[in-house]
């Protein structure tokens, strides 16, 4: 019995006398605001109109209009590094996330795993009293995680969080998204035929999850992260959006630097006499082509025309998903609730230059090492936005909403890739309305911040483990400071796929190196140093004049490089880093079984067929009328699919959505038992990295069908649209039939996929044996 109990104990109930202090949940200190924490994706400071940018905002204008607007405020360059220092506090490396999850590399920095000496801000709030949700993406769950099978230990739920609805994942397609609510995987409540975009969704939850508390709870504050999948590709929005913008980027990305830096200086965003960067300022030797940024008047008509509407798509996909969360502050403000609401409205990281110089209109093909064809691009330019193409726009597009800094998503060193919007709303508890701040902050002061205002402290000790302390520092003092004044700040590294950089005391050293090239060598990078606190677009390179100055700041850098597990740094291609070999739950083997009316299996823990030879066997019982999917993995934008259509067997390889499908078709099945199949054996390796090879479909021992047929060697899609038996889940991967086409009118036993050196007819019978005896 705990010695905190007060109460007295006798024989009889009668003569005792009860205490239920010991056994009090924890409640908020008095007047604790509600915390809402709202973080877009892949956003330069110069998209939206709080800052001067195109992309219309209501709903932010309208925050900012009553709260503050910070233009000096940073995060980490990237996705999954960035929302671990919203968790925890900590930085990226501490965390173990110095790379986004599906790039982890089995190093203290980079294991994909939180230390238990980071607890996050959605533990210590739980534990204080408060009601915890996430909603929308959470890109911080291992690879080999991400299955109905896998441990639970890194999901939201075991994070802190009473409630989750969103993604596990970097991305996911906004009509047929990859759903997870709580602890288990779903498919979407609806269809784009019915109305459905993710943005809708995702806001419908958060607000359903909200007013549930605050009728049974309405005392309990709560915490809420809604991390909606916009700025993020797929560039998708309803059409009406993207029409809005028709004819609004026209004048090109090198004109929209010049107009919207105009606009920033008067604004207030930018100080009089900001510098203009150069679009492409990466010395030949060190840039990365897929990030050349081509100049606009180069381009071709067909090319502007194709850009422009890219752009506009973007836009509509931003305004979109803010006219959507506009209806979660109407909710708000209509309940009462968002007077004492802290808002944090921002982005994870700058814009993305993951579109290539070309843009493109399936974003897997930049994770697969394959170019863009302008040809191709041209040819969907009506469908952009919509469920039949997978967008993004081009580098030039990225520079132009990282305006005025060099570069972009990806390249830590400069701000381009790091300085993203911040606005912070809360009526309650901020005198200032409508002003600027240009403190200078980072990703990691958040936690700080809510814990701050709040009024508590982060436990030195947090379930019998003595935590690490906050590498962040409280926003709180600038609420009411004034807009020049100075921060509390002193220092924050950055580094990121090989890029590097320190800022310390208004003064910034930049390391020389292309993220994702592979050159190594990161002992002969140069460095170049800018004043910020005067140069805020670092346009100016101070090495020169003040050697002893940079010096001290490299030297810096390296000092919190090893307190934060920084090292070792990995600037190796995207396709090498995301295809690395990493542990699994499941001891490797070279036949995987799968059975009809199983969820998907995501792609992470799937059966790898990517750069090797494979076979496909299925034991079918086919009947008179017999139709639908055996076997789909991957969607229209990358995958392969086995499947009966007007009494025949067909085989479809979806390279990177590139047309026309690679399709294998039998002649007409007899009833009866059979053994459907497919073999592809890879012969080489294509000019980017594909493999070549030979197809055969095969009815029973027969081969039915056969020829030449490429594949992948990068992932399906980063969003999983995972491995299925029977059906065809989310995005159909072949334009032959409609999602999900489920199996029917016969019997489908199982299907068996082998990645070993055997041949297809050596395993037939053994792999038909195995799955009888199931």
């Given at each position: 019995m705990s010695n905190s109990f007060n109460g007295t104990i006798k024989l009889d109930v009668r003569d005792s006398v009860p205490d239920w202090s010991p056994f009090e949940l924890p409640k908020a200190p008095e007047g604790a605001p509600n915390i809402l924490v709202i973080l877009y994706d892949d956003t330069g400071m110069a998209s939206w109109s709080p800052y001067g940018g195109r992309i219309n905002m209501p709903t932010l204008d309208r925050l900012a209009q009553n709260g503050l607007t910070y233009t000096q405020w940073h995060t980490t360059a990237i996705c999954s590094p960035t929302r671990s220092t919203f968790l925890t506090g900590r930085n990226h490396h501490a965390n173990g996330i110095g790379i986004i999850m599906e790039g982890t590399n089995g190093f203290p920095g980079y294991s994909g795993r939180f230390p238990k000496e980071c607890a996050t801000i959605g533990q210590v709030l739980q534990d204080t009293g408060y009601s915890t949700f996430w909603v929308g993406k959470d890109h911080n769950v291992p690879e080999e995680d991400i299955s109905a099978g896998g441990s639970k230990s890194a999901w939201p739920l075991a994070m802190g969080f009473d409630r989750f609805y969103g993604f596990l994942g970097g991305e996911t397609n906004q009509w047929y998204p990859d759903l997870v609510e709580d602890n288990r995987f779903i498919e979407a409540p609806y269809t784009p035929e019915e109305g459905y975009h993710l943005s809708k969704d995702l806001t419908d939850q958060t607000i359903r999850m909200i007013r549930d508390q605050n009728s049974s709870n309405p005392s309990k504050p709560w915490f809420t992260w809604f991390c909606p999948g916009a700025n993020h590709a797929p560039h998708h929005a309803p059409q009406e959006y993207i029409d809005k913008y028709k004819g609004k980027f026209?004048?090109?990305?090198?004109?929209?630097?010049?107009?919207?830096?105009?606009?920033?200086?008067?604004r207030g965003i930018m100080p009089e006499g900001t510098d203009l960067t150069p679009l492409n300022p990466m010395p030949d030797d060190q840039a990365n082509e897929?990030?050349?940024?081509?100049p606009w008047e180069s381009?071709?008509?067909d090319e502007k025309r194709l850009f422009s509407r890219m752009a506009e798509v973007f836009a509509g996909f931003s305004e979109y998903t803010d006219t959507q969360i506009g209806r979660l502050i109407d909710y708000l403000e209509e309940s009462g609730q968002l007077d004492n609401t802290l808002i944090f409205y921002c982005a994870d990281n700058g814009a993305s230059g993951e579109g290539s110089p070309d843009g493109s209109v399936n974003e897997n093909k930049f994770f697969n090492g394959f170019p863009d064809d302008l040809a191709e691009n041209l040819t969907m330019i009506d469908e952009l936005g919509g469920p039949a193409a997978y967008n993004h726009y081009p580098?030039?597009?990225?520079?132009?909403?990282?305006?005025?800094?060099?570069?972009?998503?990806?390249y830590a060193q400069f701000s381009g890739g790091t300085c993203d919007p911040m606005i912070i709303h809360w009526p309650a508890g901020i005198k200032a309305k409508g002003e600027v701040r240009h403190q200078y902050h980072h990703s990691v002061d958040i936690v700080a911040t809510i814990l701050d205002v709040i009024g508590i402290e982060f436990p030195e000790v947090y379930r019998g483990v003595k935590q690490r302390p906050l590498a962040g520092v409280s926003m709180k003092y600038s609420f009411d400071a004034e807009?020049?004044?100075?921060?509390?700040?002193?220092?924050?590294?950055?580094?990121?796929?090989?890029?590097?950089?320190?800022w310390k005391d208004g003064w910034k050293a930049s390391a020389i190196h292309a993220p994702l090239t592979g050159h190594g060598h990161f002992d002969?990078?140069?460095?170049e140093l800018y004043h910020v606190e005067e140069d805020r677009s670092e346009s100016r390179n101070l090495a020169t004049e003040h050697p002893e100055k940079l010096q001290?700041?490299?030297?810096?850098?390296?000092t919190e490089a090893r307190a934060n597990n920084v090292y070792p740094l990995d600037d190796r291609p995207a396709r090498e880093q995301l295809t690395i070999e990493r542990p699994q739950a499941e001891p490797p083997r070279t036949r995987y079984v799968y059975y009809p009316e199983t969820g998907a299996v995501p792609e992470s823990v799937a059966v790898n067929v990517r750069g090797r030879s494979f076979k496909i066997i299925a034991d079918v019982e086919v009947e008179a009328g017999t139709q639908g999917v055996i076997f789909a993995h991957g969607s229209r934008f990358g995958g392969h699919s086995l499947f009966i259509k007007d009494g025949r067997l067909n085989y479809v390889y979806n390279f990177l959505g590139i047309p026309p499908e690679q399709t294998f078709t039998s002649e007409a099945l007899t009833a009866g038992k059979h053994a459907l199949g497919m073999e592809f054996i890879r012969e080489r390796a294509g000019e980017h990295g594909e493999s070549i090879g030979?197809?055969?479909?095969?009815?029973?021992?027969?081969?039915?069908?056969e020829g030449p047929m490429r594949a992948q060697v990068g992932k399906f899609t980063l969003c999983g649209d995972g491995l299925c038996i029977g059906y065809d889940s989310a995005d159909a991967v072949s334009g032959q039939y409609t999602n999900p086409f489920p199996f029917s009118g016969g019997k489908l036993l199982g299907v068996a996929v082998d990645v070993s050196d055997e041949q297809y007819l050596d395993l037939e019978l053994e792999a038909l044996a195995a799955l009888a005896r199931e």
């Amino acid at each position: 019995m705990s010695n905190s109990f007060n109460g007295t104990i006798k024989l009889d109930v009668r003569d005792s006398v009860p205490d239920w202090s010991p056994f009090e949940l924890p409640k908020a200190p008095e007047g604790a605001p509600n915390i809402l924490v709202i973080l877009y994706d892949d956003t330069g400071m110069a998209s939206w109109s709080p800052y001067g940018g195109r992309i219309n905002m209501p709903t932010l204008d309208r925050l900012a209009q009553n709260g503050l607007t910070y233009t000096q405020w940073h995060t980490t360059a990237i996705c999954s590094p960035t929302r671990s220092t919203f968790l925890t506090g900590r930085n990226h490396h501490a965390n173990g996330i110095g790379i986004i999850m599906e790039g982890t590399n089995g190093f203290p920095g980079y294991s994909g795993r939180f230390p238990k000496e980071c607890a996050t801000i959605g533990q210590v709030l739980q534990d204080t009293g408060y009601s915890t949700f996430w909603v929308g993406k959470d890109h911080n769950v291992p690879e080999e995680d991400i299955s109905a099978g896998g441990s639970k230990s890194a999901w939201p739920l075991a994070m802190g969080f009473d409630r989750f609805y969103g993604f596990l994942g970097g991305e996911t397609n906004q009509w047929y998204p990859d759903l997870v609510e709580d602890n288990r995987f779903i498919e979407a409540p609806y269809t784009p035929e019915e109305g459905y975009h993710l943005s809708k969704d995702l806001t419908d939850q958060t607000i359903r999850m909200i007013r549930d508390q605050n009728s049974s709870n309405p005392s309990k504050p709560w915490f809420t992260w809604f991390c909606p999948g916009a700025n993020h590709a797929p560039h998708h929005a309803p059409q009406e959006y993207i029409d809005k913008y028709k004819g609004k980027f026209d004048d090109g990305y090198d004109a929209y630097r010049t107009w919207v830096l105009e606009r920033m200086v008067e604004r207030g965003i930018m100080p009089e006499g900001t510098d203009l960067t150069p679009l492409n300022p990466m010395p030949d030797d060190q840039a990365n082509e897929a990030d050349y940024v081509k100049p606009w008047e180069s381009l071709s008509d067909d090319e502007k025309r194709l850009f422009s509407r890219m752009a506009e798509v973007f836009a509509g996909f931003s305004e979109y998903t803010d006219t959507q969360i506009g209806r979660l502050i109407d909710y708000l403000e209509e309940s009462g609730q968002l007077d004492n609401t802290l808002i944090f409205y921002c982005a994870d990281n700058g814009a993305s230059g993951e579109g290539s110089p070309d843009g493109s209109v399936n974003e897997n093909k930049f994770f697969n090492g394959f170019p863009d064809d302008l040809a191709e691009n041209l040819t969907m330019i009506d469908e952009l936005g919509g469920p039949a193409a997978y967008n993004h726009y081009p580098t030039g597009w990225a520079a132009a909403f990282s305006t005025p800094f060099k570069m972009f998503k990806r390249y830590a060193q400069f701000s381009g890739g790091t300085c993203d919007p911040m606005i912070i709303h809360w009526p309650a508890g901020i005198k200032a309305k409508g002003e600027v701040r240009h403190q200078y902050h980072h990703s990691v002061d958040i936690v700080a911040t809510i814990l701050d205002v709040i009024g508590i402290e982060f436990p030195e000790v947090y379930r019998g483990v003595k935590q690490r302390p906050l590498a962040g520092v409280s926003m709180k003092y600038s609420f009411d400071a004034e807009p020049d004044g100075p921060t509390e700040k002193q220092v924050q590294y950055y580094s990121m796929l090989g890029t590097r950089g320190i800022w310390k005391d208004g003064w910034k050293a930049s390391a020389i190196h292309a993220p994702l090239t592979g050159h190594g060598h990161f002992d002969n990078d140069a460095w170049e140093l800018y004043h910020v606190e005067e140069d805020r677009s670092e346009s100016r390179n101070l090495a020169t004049e003040h050697p002893e100055k940079l010096q001290e700041l490299i030297e810096v850098f390296d000092t919190e490089a090893r307190a934060n597990n920084v090292y070792p740094l990995d600037d190796r291609p995207a396709r090498e880093q995301l295809t690395i070999e990493r542990p699994q739950a499941e001891p490797p083997r070279t036949r995987y079984v799968y059975y009809p009316e199983t969820g998907a299996v995501p792609e992470s823990v799937a059966v790898n067929v990517r750069g090797r030879s494979f076979k496909i066997i299925a034991d079918v019982e086919v009947e008179a009328g017999t139709q639908g999917v055996i076997f789909a993995h991957g969607s229209r934008f990358g995958g392969h699919s086995l499947f009966i259509k007007d009494g025949r067997l067909n085989y479809v390889y979806n390279f990177l959505g590139i047309p026309p499908e690679q399709t294998f078709t039998s002649e007409a099945l007899t009833a009866g038992k059979h053994a459907l199949g497919m073999e592809f054996i890879r012969e080489r390796a294509g000019e980017h990295g594909e493999s070549i090879g030979t197809c055969k479909l095969y009815v029973d021992d027969q081969v039915v069908a056969e020829g030449p047929m490429r594949a992948q060697v990068g992932k399906f899609t980063l969003c999983g649209d995972g491995l299925c038996i029977g059906y065809d889940s989310a995005d159909a991967v072949s334009g032959q039939y409609t999602n999900p086409f489920p199996f029917s009118g016969g019997k489908l036993l199982g299907v068996a996929v082998d990645v070993s050196d055997e041949q297809y007819l050596d395993l037939e019978l053994e792999a038909l044996a195995a799955l009888a005896r199931e």
